[in-house]
């Protein structure tokens, strides 16, 4: 433009579909930017609930309350009507200033047949103008991060610059050094400091005490940490860096997140925890070699394992109890309600909708946690045969509650094809590497060579194997897309033509004929969702890996019997 701001073509966007796909075009659907109609439509739904509660207060109280607007005095539920009026007027405004702005720089491409939509996806399209446009296969309607697609690739790489430090401090954050040393405070030699303030904590005097605070309270903390803090603040963080278009491909950043901090803070934190002090001084000592550091992760492994037991058991046995008892928040608010709300309580339809509406289940964070059992079961699992069993009992307990769960409290979110499927196998097999690695570091520190280097040389490379195969028969998550073969069996979508670029709005089609669509940006193709679940297999992959533990725990109490 004149002013030298850069404005989406979409002229030449329909154009060159145009030319490409004459029969099966039907139009292009753009987004604009809605940010400001939705921030006052919040201000909306929440000045109209302010409404409601005044006036049912009113009701209930024989004194009248004044407030003053627009230099005219007035009582406090017309004082509130009247806010509501000019929020309303403001969302009107800026509907309309949305509508006549420039679009953003994504848009819903929209074919007439499958076969085009899936062609335009799996090809690389060149516009003919000064750049190339990006094209890739598009969220469904319930699955599209609205946020994303309202920024450009560079404002994106520019957000995830910023953040990404905050990103690295929450996963270096020693939560998981801080509770393993409170759990193994009298196992091993404290520092030099601590010793006076140990000595009555480790005496005979405290037993009881130290066996509540070593046993119960690094679990409870630790978990607290991760649900609390981990967790909500981490999945902020990562949708504020506007990296993907669909709000599976999120979660699915977020569970890999989640993961490094899981093998970071929980498992070398756990284990460094153990035995801080020597694991220090060995780290700082000038004569160290690699060997010699795997010598000794190896004899400090062992000694963490006490807490992770506990850990698992405590996931395994009182957490899914307490997901029983309180499956969803708004039980708390009901009793809250019922019993403690005596006097001036107007609680509002609305506020009843938000506290008792069905919860999404969020699949990045509950299948993080199930992989985390994975990697410390698969790790701890031939060092302490008893975690095997108590993995298998995570399992089958989470198992009946969460399923459960899926079937009558929470609904879903979103649909996202099955892609988890493929993270979830990916980060399996990085827990067999991990497993493998901390067993050649106990091989080692019993003077166990050999086995230890033949873990190396055949467990690495057998699991390199199995994942490019893994890739080469189904590719990556976020690369699936409808195979042609399919495509062109699946009918013609029935739908009206769209309108030109500009004025183009979302065709209301029936649900048994819906057209294929693309998302086309300098950042977004828009196909119909695969009517295929992989959540299955995710099922029987965990229930797997619970037999693999329950075969290893049979098989050490074989050996040692």
Known sequence: MADGTERYPLEAVEAMFNSLFPDEFRGIIPIFDHREVDRLLDER????????????RQNRSYQTMYAKRSNDVMTAVDAAWYDLQECERAVVYAR?????????????????????????????????????????????????????????????MRRVFFIMPMIILLILFPSGIFTVGISMACNVEPPSGLRGVLNWYCSEEAVVFQSIVSGLLPPILLTLWEVFVVSFFMMYLVQAQNVHASLSNTDRRFLRYYYVWVFVNILMGGVTGGALTGFVEDLMDSSNTSYSLQQHLGRVLPISSNFFLVFVFFRAVYLPVQRLIFPHPGIVCWAVRKYLCLFKCAVTPRDRTIKYSPRGVRMGREVGVFLMVVMLGLTFCL????????????????????????????ERGHESNGSMWFTVVELTVWALLIAQVFTSFVLFSKAAWIPGLALYMTVPYYLYRYFVSLRSEFGSGSAWSVPLGEAAKAPP??????PSARMAKLPSVSSRAVPSFLIFSTSVVHREAISCSRASCVLHSASCLAVNFLCTSLAWLCTLS
């Open 493 to 498: 979508a029935s739908a009206p033509p769209l």
């Open 45 to 56: 739904d929440e000045l109209l609930n302010a409404f409601n509660k005044l006036k049912e």
């Open 96 to 156: 309309e200033a949305a509508l006549q702005s420039d679009p953003g720089p994504s848009c819903f491409v929209v074919f007439a047949t499958q076969k085009a939509a899936a062609q335009a996806a799996q090809c690389l399209l060149h516009s003919g103008s000064r750049r190339n446009f990006r094209v890739q296969p598009a969220p469904g309607p319930d699955n599209v991060n609205w946020q994303s697609v309202l920024y450009r690739r560079n404002q994106s």
């Open 383 to 410: 060092i302490a045969p008893v975690m095997a069993p108590a993995c298998v009992l995570f399992f089958v307990m989470n198992f009946v509650v969460w399923r459960y769960h899926v079937l009558y409290v929470y």
